[in-house]
């Protein structure tokens, strides 16, 4: 339509129709939508305005938009805040290349953008004269009925939590990549500094609103593949061994399975299990992963399979009905897998409800898209496609993905999303956008949230008063007291117009479109997804139930200290509104299994075995449902049950430059690697997140040295507050070590900081800033004399190794003749100043990058390793050589307070593990046998003072010579000494350990 010919036509119009409030057209550009001037003076002329498209100059400036050219507008309504328009079949017709959503989108907001509308409503006059729904118009039907069937038995048959239990609720992130016949894959809105909102809104899908409602027992329906690691791997029952075994009586089914094959099954029994199927799946690489599982559902099949997962952390049982979710994929949960130990899944026929296990297809991950669209596929994560693909990925019909003939595939998108909720036979759909096409100049900002306008199904207005409630409300309370609420509006969105059986609803989260502003800064930054999710979690728990509390945050100031008993004793304070606690132990610091579920602050590990390591986190948890887990600390026990050195967790930043995946708060774990990998002494370590330190839980005068992770903690969030610098500084002044490991210390403190910042970084801890880049990721081999010393060039990362990219590494110097420089990074600039305190005795070691990041695993080791000797000092009661050339003698250095002249022994074997228990319990950390027997043989030539007396400063100096036994090379021998009561032969005092390696 010519633009003199909508203008008549909509002056006309006006003369019948009571104008509104000013207004401006929506259009696109660079994908997303885009509002355009002028300021129309009502509702007409801004539609009218679509209907004519954008002006030559409007073009020019990159707008364009979805409205078929020969729309026109037949009548504008307004009753109150609602708003009605009528237009011909020409918009149902859209351009080739063009959405019909998206002509939809402009046109609900654009009528929406004016002051007091709340709702709008499209319909359309067929060519007979009548006039219809948007919905009737375009022949949409009711979505197909769910093929899942109704449980055979009770819900108390299945496994649940929280109170959100039995309810399914579809989340839907809205977008993501598809195929345009003339743009290739592309996402469906544009990058606008670094936000694009088919990835943004997944993201915190993914990563925090459905974890919170799955925290509170529901089970979530994905919309798009929830997984996002790069990979995936599928084991069918079809291909058998290896891969896939059984054990008991199977039997193959006549009907087909996944892709067509077959499946097994097998009667289930109530007291004992007769029969498994194991599925075998390898692991690409280590990571988080979500395990899927697609069987054939029936009535006739138990609500009550258990399979149980084998993951890094150990083993999970789930509880699967299998009379639902028929031919798709179950989501079973998500763990960490480890590459070289692989995944094993096995399906039990033990249940306490009867009828038969489906044992057929699991698959581990994400993977990249694997639909061809357009000749190939999108060689994209899967998680980063839009939910057309996902659906069909997921043994939806083509109903529910091809509604639409012809076309694109963003217009299927938009109406898959819903229909695979209904497909699946959720409870409520939800949907996450986040917004543009503000008022040019005006900096929209807020949330809006949209229910259908043409019938909303029942509850679509009470679930969306509680979520936008919600979500506005927490966001005033805790992120800013000024956040804009839009309201509670209605529209003709397909994402809830194609809803039919639950209440649908979609929030406009914030607005993406302005750099800058409120909104995009808040978007970029994960504390706001954090509160943004929760809050749209807490307001479908309101809509379900409504009295029901809030799960609990994460308790606070967590810390792991040795338990007095050879164990590990894990503490935390307490969460508001927690009836109890559930602790979680792991291995290697990423695999996690639950070990304790306690009411109060505290639990403790049995006895370990001595130079254990283990990793912990904890949840809280009320009636409601469970917590987020803590950041994760990493302790180890030493055989003489006691920590020398403590690890501060300090690393918590997190912004738009620092998300979850760089910081997992996990990072202590490389640090407890690091201090036992191939080590040539033993300490025992304990640690605390740095609130726990400053709270007083832990203090740092109870430790001969201390280790402060920093990360890429940069002046947002404090490297070190106020309160930390004075406990630092008054544990230095009293002799204390510390190792401060940071890429952003030196930033923060002697480039920004006060006065007094400024004095900490240089005078207490000893180094000075001089750059902030120092524009390498490589490090030159150790300095000779200082704690890098035998260390080989290395690399640090850049992104690519398993930590995270440090951007800006510190370039540091020493500040005076008691500092020296220990690392070069390698261009020559300095990475580490090592310093001794002449007055104190103070020691510290401050590194420019975070050493976590160092990517080989031995480089990074021995540099810890050396940097806590040196802290230690004349801590460690026995020191001595790493490495003994044979022929040669090696001396050692045996010293135990407060055991002067008294009796000693030292000695050593080929193991410290499992050790030699004493008479009175102590622990010898050197295995009983011939040679320790020999190393205490009164009179050899080759263990020289192993036996004798402690001088009056409790001191010995023991001699090891080794004749040029070529045999002996490479052998790693152990030392420790203890000291005896007098004429009693039992131990008082035991050494640490250290190891020597015999070379030729």
Known sequence: MQPSRALAQITLLTMLTPLTTAQVAVFFRDANPAAVLPVHRDVAAAVAHLCAGPSATEAANGYYSHLPPATQLLRVRRNGDAVQLLFDVALLKPAPGMSREDAIEQIDKTVLSTPGVRHVEIRVRRADGSEVSLAEALGETAPPAPTMLAPSAPPSAVASFGALAQKRVAVSPGHGYYWHSSLGWITQRGDIDGLIEDIHTAQIANRYLIPFLE??????????????????????????????????????????????????????????????????????????YPVYAWFRASSNRTPSASYRVHHAGGVDTVVVDQTVDNLTWAHLGTWWFRADQGAEVVLSNLSPAAGVVIADTVRLGGGLGSVSSGGGTSNQARWRECARYWALFSGAPSTVWNSISGGQDNDDDVTARPRFAEWRGADAFISLHTNAAGTPGTGAIGT????????????????????????????RAEWNAGWADRGQLSANFGEVRLLSTMPGILVELAFHDTPGSLDHTSLHDPEFRYLAARAYARGVLRYFAPTAPFPPEPPGALRVVQSGTRGLRVEWDAAAGATHY?????????????????????????????????????????????????????????????????????????????????????????FGDALRRDADFSCGFDAASNEAVKLGRVTLPTYDAVVWSLGEESSADDTFDASEQSLVTSYLNGGGAILVSGAEVGWDLDHLGSASDRNFYRNVLGATYTADDAGTYGLQAGIAGTVSAGTAATTFDNGNFGSYDVNYPDVLAPTTTASTTCLRYANGLIAGVQKLDPLTGARTVVLGLPLETIVDATARARLLQQSVLYLLGDQLALRGPTQLVMGGAAQFDLHLDGENNLPYIFALSEGYTPGTVLPLGSVLPLNHGLLLELSVTPGSPFFVDFVGQLDASGSASPLLTVPPLPFLDGLPIYFAGLSLATGVPVERKVSNWVRLTLKL
């Open 215 to 288: 925290n509170m027992g529901a089970e979530v329906v994905f919309t798009r593949e929830h997984g996002e690691v790069p990979s995936d791997v599928l084991v069918d029952d079809d291909g058998g061994a290896p891969a896939y075994s059984e054990t008991g009586s199977w039997t193959t089914s006549a009907s087909s399975g996944y892709a067509g094959g077959g499946y097994r099954y097998a009667g289930s029994n109530p007291t004992v299990e007769t029969a498994t199927a194991t599925w075998q799946l390898t692991v690409p690489q280590d990571g988080l």
């Open 582 to 670: 559930t602790v979680e132990q792991s291995l290697d610091g990423k695999g996690f299994v639950q070990v304790a579920d306690v009411t109060g602050g505290t639990w403790t590990t049995p006895p370990l075995p001595h130079h254990s390591v283990r990793s912990f986190r904890v949840r809280a948890w009320n009636a409601t449902g469970r917590s987020f887990p803590t950041e994760v600390l990493t302790a180890g026990t030493d055989h003489l049950g006691t920590a020398q050195l403590l690890l501060v967790q300090g690393f918590d930043r997190l912004d738009r430059y620092v998300k979850g995946p760089d910081n997992t708060r996990d990072y202590l774990r490389l």
């Open 448 to 475: 809006s949230t949209y229910i259908y306008n043409g019938g909303a199904t029942a509850g679509s207005s009470t679930l969306s008063q509680k979520v936008h409630t919600q979500i506005v409300d927490d966001l």
